[in-house]
């Protein structure tokens, strides 16, 4: 539920700025205003990013491993 109000308030506060910046309040760049929106993209794709290189990683360890596996299973046999 917390990962929810957290998202709920960055979307808030972007509707907010956004209300501002279209009534003149605020004359900030645009980039400013949809600045959290762009900082939860970033955050997203950086967690995205690091999930997928340890599943590759992962995945790569395993692969390695059975290869080694076989490698010694065979040696072990054409010494017998």
Partial sequence: ????SS?????????????LKL?????WSWWWIL????????ITLVTLLMLLI????????KRIKGIEKKSGQLAHLSFE
């Fill in 35 to 42: 600045l959290p929106l762009w900082i939860t993209l970033g």
């Fill in 23 to 27: 009534l003149n309040e605020i004359d």
């Fill in 7 to 19: 998202i709920l308030f960055i979307i808030m506060l972007t509707i907010t700025l956004i209300i």
């Fill in 54 to 61: 340890l599943v590759i990683w992962n995945y790569l360890l």
């Fill in 1 to 4: 539920m917390k990962e929810f």
